[in-house]
């Protein structure tokens, strides 16, 4: 019978790979208990407290567990499973963070105002605006997003400078 159960996690948000301290009861391997740690259905690497002598004097109440955020990972529950395959969940969402946009390559690399580049890079998707310049010469520019990796760019009137793409998070 599994007993453990989820009281807190810290932080409550982050990137793929950021480590997330879950807070709650029985987590120790000794006591049956917890097998498995998944961040909305997406299996995690983790440790307990336990399972390190050197903190296992500090925790000795077994009720902490280490865990990386996984690759794949969206904003959802974390759930910690026992080995009889019960399962405790969180009450509140971890809420994945989308790593920043970034840019890779612009085409054509000779720009006007009016035309369109392309520009190629990681994490389109959520983009919020495209601004060339910075400070008070900086022009926000129209653009559409393609996917994740591409992203179509109309430069503006009075544009130059270096191009920044921002996101929700960023």
Same mark, same amino acid.
């Given at each position: 019978?599994?007993?453990?159960?989820?009281?807190?996690?810290?932080?409550?948000?982050?990137?793929?790979?950021?480590?997330?301290?879950?807070?709650?009861?029985?987590?120790?391997?000794?006591?049956?208990?917890?097998?498995?740690?998944?961040?909305?259905?997406?299996?995690?690497?983790?440790?307990?407290?336990?399972?390190?002598?050197?903190?296992?004097?500090?925790?000795?109440?077994?009720?902490?567990?280490?865990?990386?955020?996984?690759?794949?990972?969206? &904003?959802?529950? !974390?759930? *910690? $499973?026992?080995?009889?395959? %019960?399962?405790?969940? /969180? =009450?509140? @969402?971890?809420?994945?963070?989308?790593?920043?946009?970034?840019?890779?390559?612009?085409?054509?690399?000779?720009?006007?105002?009016?035309?369109?580049?392309?520009?190629?890079? &990681?994490?389109? !998707?959520? *983009? $919020?605006?495209?601004?060339? %310049?910075?400070?008070? /010469? =900086?022009? @926000?520019?129209?653009?559409?997003?393609?996917?994740?990796?591409?992203?179509?760019?109309?430069?503006?009137?009075?544009?130059?400078?270096?191009?920044?793409?921002?996101?929700?998070?960023?």
């Amino acid at each position: 019978l599994f007993r453990s159960g989820i009281t807190s996690f810290t932080p409550s948000s982050g990137q793929v790979g950021s480590t997330v301290t879950i807070t709650g009861q029985n987590f120790s391997a000794a006591k049956g208990n917890a097998s498995a740690v998944s961040f909305n259905g997406v299996s995690a690497t983790f440790t307990r407290a336990t399972d390190n002598p050197a903190t296992a004097l500090v925790d000795e109440s077994d009720t902490t567990i280490t865990a990386t955020v996984p690759e794949g990972a969206t &904003t959802g529950k !974390i759930r *910690v $499973t026992g080995l009889a395959g %019960g399962y405790a969940e /969180s =009450a509140t @969402n971890f809420t994945v963070i989308a790593p920043p946009p970034t840019i890779t390559s612009v085409s054509p690399s000779v720009l006007k105002p009016g035309d369109a580049i392309t520009l190629t890079g &990681t994490n389109f !998707i959520g *983009v $919020t605006s495209v601004v060339f %310049g910075s400070g008070g /010469s =900086a022009r @926000n520019a129209g653009y559409s997003v393609s996917n994740s990796t591409t992203l179509v760019v109309y430069v503006p009137v009075g544009a130059s400078g270096p191009i920044t793409v921002r996101s929700e998070e960023h």
